[in-house]
């Protein structure tokens, strides 16, 4: 499957953790950047949510770690929808080594579209609906 890239970064040594390991965080922060680009490719950019007084709020997120990262890999997202209901849209990101390809990390998000002003769930507009619906697919396995 052939998912847009969203996210490309290096692991740098003060990543690391006092346990020499990458840091959670670090991960958390580039899969937050790829869940954006994936969004504003639906529509829903920075300026269409100051306009419309609309936010995005992960309900959910679940991310499981496959292979261990290193200061100097170059990492590279992809990522995909994988349901869009009226007020919802789940997706998911592949965190991969750029240069092997190899699977080091997946996220899995539930996103709500919210009301900024009650503070509350509302619908996605139909044509944001339908680009994303046009991006819908199957992850492959982990």
Same mark, same amino acid.
Not at 105 to 126: H, M, N, S, Y
């Given at each position: ?16 953790? %006092?346990?020499? %390991? ?27 949510? !100051? =306009? ?13 770690? *496959? ?22 849209? *789940?997706?998911? %990101? ?5 240069? !092997? ?9 539930? !996103? ?7 503070? *509350?769930? !509302? ?5 944001? =609906?339908? *680009? ?11």
């Amino acid at each position: 499957m052939d998912l847009p890239i969203t996210f490309k970064g290096m692991v740098y040594p003060w990543q690391l953790d %006092h346990m020499g %390991h990458f840091n959670v965080q670090f991960y958390v922060a580039m899969f937050d950047q790829s869940t954006w680009a994936l969004l504003a490719s639906v529509g829903l950019t920075a300026s269409f949510f !100051t =306009r419309e007084r609309r936010r995005m709020a992960a309900v959910e997120q679940k991310i499981t770690y *496959r292979q261990e990262l290193f200061p100097g890999d170059l990492v590279e997202n992809r990522s995909g929808i994988v349901e869009v209901r009226d007020k919802v849209i *789940r997706i998911f %990101h592949d965190m991969r080594l750029a240069e !092997t390809g190899v699977l080091a990390a997946r996220a899995e998000l539930v !996103t709500v579209f919210v009301d900024a002003d009650a503070g *509350r769930a !509302t619908v996605l507009p139909a044509d944001i =609906r339908d *680009r994303a619906r046009a991006l819908l697919v199957i992850p492959e396995s982990l």
